[in-house]
């Protein structure tokens, strides 16, 4: 089988992508597409993610000569999610490009996606010729008005002179301040008609001015109010990583001796086997964070929206706390939960306008102890029987330990998720690549696509899915076995929708209404039939080989964990309830 | 089978007493009463192109505020236009709107205007033709105007505040209403006082 799959490799590397030119000059504008193309350029775009179709054609013509790779994704919403993982990894705008109609609205779900985890995502569709527009033509849709809600800002371009410098605009402003998905719409006359005006460089529009610094004296009542406080926590959200903040949140968090709770996003801001670390917090998030956010008297967020799967019920989120709220978006602040010390500003300035500030550490040794007994008191941990079915944390240890602490690690959404966020140890910001906020299945095998052109060589790229979600986008591993790329999915297989099959059983009293699958494909054949490899392991003594040979093999590769299918996602905080009143089985919910 | 997760249950666990409102706010679970809506006018200046529109009652659809009224047209300035919203909304949620509203890229500059700023509304009133001196009479009551005169109505034009077009309406109503237009409030601050 293996054979096959190099034949088949070798045999698409001759047929197009030698082809496609790129001689390191930068394109020569003579059309709307060739100065879209030329605008990305100067937007120092390296990689797209895409699908072909009639209204985008001149676009992708236009890229024939061009230095940028595109990757021919086999779906728009792969593309999408795979260039919202390779911004998160890399830290830029990832880019996504589709056809009109059916094109764009395909992207829809990796645009809404990005939305909500604040990725700078930019998406480029093609229309119908503005004549045509609003006749209902063929694959014609309302794109910038289906968009509008789910992106920062879109585009609907009505002129090639103009077209580049709008789609820098679109790649300028996805990426700063708050980041978050722009698109522009294409309309094929725009792409075809003749222009030889080239974009500047890509420039944010001038009414847009994101305050970077925060106000001084704000800055300094806050530095005193951390000094006095006797329970203070940080809070450490996804915005932390988007502004390349870690490096500053650590330092603030070390020489103050401040302990720390991340959000989901969060992850890997502080590495999660540091003392002052507890790890996340939220519903599934972990006791001791849980336990520290509702007893904290002064509650520092950084980068963070307040997500309800953070919070629980508003009313008891850290109801004993005075809340510093630092963000760069004022709509954040006071939006779910009230900021008695509002910080505007970059997340990394911030905190080092506090750490210039802020004279002394607070006086917390006793609230640094209690965080330690809850650490020992609610340890993470998982019954481990000699005998199989294999338990899903069991399987993320392993994967954990056989990779580098580097490792990229994206998920779908699910239990699978949930598990892998909470036994894996992440040490590092940009390698927790999940859809947080809009929870879409099936985001992870893309999104391992786009991680992996965003890495670094020496970086693992290992995809934890669920059976679900990995049936949702399954398609991308043809990607995968055509750009050939070194991913490692491990599908944690329990034949059901397995976070709904949890819920079923707690709250619908057990009736499986369409969350078990009574036939599910075999992932390692159908693996091998795209042309990975392919594993199945049910038994614990397999765990190990197999993934090593998963990581060794220098290409895509399908590893499929049957584990137990009555395993469950403990600790919950159960759905609008108070932090500490997590879970730690189904009996005490 | 559970997770195999240690530790005291939910009822061992010392909760704390504080609680928040429904807004996030800390409160004394005693004093708190739910807060109540206002009514609050803000004006917001917006790049003239299309869709900004679209994209402003968009967002007031999609975050649940309350529109009263709304109102759209070009300013002084070729590539600008202006907006007024009339919404009503608790405390937190104005703040919030505004906010939002500044968010979206194609918007300028957002304020709300202070209760004492200037506010005015159009209403054409088609009423029952059949006294057309007693409904002439009226509007001139309320500084209107008869803009229309057929056989069977008369069409009167009424300015001023809100407050002020709703009683017209209402002392129109004895001679029978067939048609009624209004446009929203348009309103700036007054004197010296930016709008925007």
């Known amino acids: ?589 | 089978m559970s997770g195999g997760l240690e530790g005291p249950p939910p009822e061992e666990r010392a909760s704390p007493d504080g609680r928040r409102n429904s807004q996030g706010i800390r409160i004394d679970p005693e004093v708190e009463a739910e807060p109540e809506s206002r009514r609050a006018v803000l004006s917001a200046l917006v790049q003239h192109e299309p869709g900004v529109l679209a994209n402003v009652s968009g967002l007031f659809r999609r975050r649940q505020f309350n529109i009263e009224s709304l109102t759209v047209g070009p300013t002084t300035d070729g590539d600008r236009a202006r907006i007024t919203l009339e919404i009503d909304e608790p405390e937190p949620g104005i703040e919030q709107a505004k906010k939002q509203l500044q968010k979206l890229v194609p918007v300028i500059a957002v304020t709300e205007l202070e209760p004492d700023a200037i506010r005015r509304e159009l209403a054409l009133i088609k009423v029952d033709g059949s006294a057309p001196d007693q409904v002439g009479a009226v509007a001139e009551m309320y500084d209107g105007k008869t803009v229309d005169v057929s056989r069977e109505s008369v069409t009167v034009e009424i300015t001023g505040s809100e407050q002020k077009i709703d009683a017209a309406v209402e002392t129109f109503g004895r001679f029978g209403i067939h048609e009624i237009v209004r446009t929203g409030t348009a309103a700036l601050e007054r004197g010296t006082r930016k709008t925007t």
């Open chain 1, 1 to 589: 089988m293996s054979e096959r799959t190099t034949k088949q490799r070798e045999t698409e590397e001759t047929t197009d992508a030698d082809a496609k030119g790129g001689d390191g000059t930068p394109t020569t504008v003579t059309s709307g597409a060739t100065s879209t193309v030329r605008a990305l350029e100067n937007a120092g775009i390296e990689t797209m993610f895409g699908v072909q179709g009639g209204a985008i054609m001149p676009v992708y013509d236009a890229l024939w000569g061009s230095d940028i790779d595109h990757v021919m994704m086999a779906h728009e919403q792969g593309a999408a999610h795979a260039a919202d993982a390779y911004n998160v990894v890399s830290g830029r705008p990832g880019v996504c490009l589709a056809t009109s109609g059916p094109g764009a609205t395909n992207l829809v779900t990796g645009i809404a996606d990005a939305n909500m985890d604040s990725d700078a995502v930019v998406a480029l569709t093609g229309q119908v010729p503005q004549s045509m527009v609003g006749s209902d033509a063929f694959q014609e849709t309302d794109t910038t008005g289906i968009t509008a809600p789910i992106t920062k800002n879109n585009y609907f371009a009505s002129d090639a002179d103009t077209v580049g410098d709008t789609v820098g605009e679109a790649v300028a402003l996805a990426g700063s301040g708050r980041p978050g998905p722009t698109l522009v719409d294409l309309p094929k006359d725009v792409t075809n008609d003749e222009t030889d005006r080239d974009p500047g460089m890509p420039q944010t529009p001038e009414t847009y001015t994101p305050q970077e610094e925060a106000d001084a004296d704000a800055v300094e009542t806050a530095a005193h109010t951390i000094e006095a406080a006797d329970r203070p926590l940080l809070l450490f959200g996804g915005g932390v990583v988007k502004a390349d903040a870690s490096e500053e949140a650590r330092a603030f968090a070390t020489e103050y001796e401040i302990p720390v709770v991340t959000t989901m996003p969060g992850i890997g801001t502080m590495p999660e086997d540091h003392d002052l670390c507890l790890s996340w917090a939220g519903m599934h998030g972990t006791g001791y964070a849980n336990m520290a956010i509702n007893h904290t008297d002064l509650l520092i967020a950084v980068g963070t929206r307040f997500d309800d799967r953070l919070t629980g019920g508003i009313e008891t989120f850290a109801p004993d706390a005075e809340v510093i709220h630092v963000d760069i978006d004022p709509a954040e602040v006071s939006k779910n939960i009230h900021a008695d010390y509002p910080l505007i500003g970059d997340a990394g300035r911030v905190l080092e306008q506090l750490h210039d500030t802020l004279p002394e550490a607070p006086d917390a040794d006793e609230w640094r102890e209690q965080c330690q007994t809850w650490k020992t008191e609610y340890p993470m941990g998982y019954a481990t029987p000699d005998d199989e079915p294999l338990k899903p944390q069991f399987v993320v240890e392993a994967l954990d330990e056989a990779t580098s602490d580097e490792a990229i690690v994206t998920s779908g959404v699910g239990q699978h998720q949930m598990w892998a966020s909470q036994y894996w140890t992440f040490r590092e910001p940009r390698t927790w690549i999940s859809s947080h906020g809009l929870g879409t299945m099936g985001y992870g095998l893309p999104a391992a696509i786009g991680a992996r052109l965003a890495a670094d060589d020496d970086e693992e790229v290992v995809c934890v899915d669920g059976d679900g979600s990995f049936l949702m986008t399954v398609q991308e591993l043809s990607v995968a076995v055509r750009e050939d790329l070194d991913i490692t999915v491990a599908i944690l297989n329990n034949e059901y929708i397995g976070m709904v099959r949890q819920w079923q059983d707690a709250f619908f009293e057990g009736r499986h209404m369409a969350a078990g699958y009574s036939w599910i494909p075999e992932f390692d054949k159908l693996a091998e039939a795209f042309g990975a490899r392919g594993w199945r392991v049910d038994d614990y003594d397999e765990v190990a080989d197999a993934i090593e040979a998963a990581l060794d093999y220098d290409g895509p590769s399908v590893i499929d964990f049957h584990i137990d299918p009555a395993e469950n996602v403990y600790p919950m905080v159960p759905s609008g309830g108070a932090n500490d009143e997590f879970a730690l089985s189904e009996d005490q919910l």
